[in-house]
């Protein structure tokens, strides 16, 4: 099992930058997949942005590519989301979420962290 807490989120200008950060608990933070997510009120939960067990391989939701980053570090238990170019629309709650497999559908993922809330003013 993984436990995962995110942290880094707050209020932002429009045009500003975030950075995101998931820390892991375990030995076995290698062994999965990392995602992000955000949730806006009132709409669903949305795929943001994924990377692969060694940080190889990344993919972002159309409404981020370009903007927001994914890395990770495997020795630091711990993966970011940079965000740059923030609009009022990324605001939401953003969660971290972890599995074994890769993908970018929310069901892929079995484990989640309870959210960093990320609001950008206009």
């Known amino acids: 099992q993984v436990q995962l807490v995110e942290s880094g989120g707050g209020l932002v200008q429009a045009g500003g930058s975030l950075r995101l950060s998931c820390a892991a608990s375990?030995?076995?933070?290698?062994?999965?997949?990392m995602g992000w997510f955000r949730q806006a009120p009132g709409k669903e939960r949305e795929f943001v942005a994924a990377?692969?067990?060694?940080?190889?391989?990344?993919y972002y939701g159309d409404s981020v590519k370009g903007r927001f980053t994914i890395s990770r570090d495997n020795a630091k238990n711990t993966v970011y989301l940079q965000m740059n170019s923030l609009k009022p629309e990324d605001t939401a709650g953003y969660y971290c979420a972890a599995d074994p497999k890769f993908g970018y559908v929310r069901s892929t993922y079995g484990y989640w962290g309870q959210g960093t809330q990320v609001t950008v003013s206009s």
């Open positions: 375990g030995r076995t933070f290698s062994t999965y997949a």
């Open positions: 990377i692969t067990l060694s940080g190889g391989m990344s």
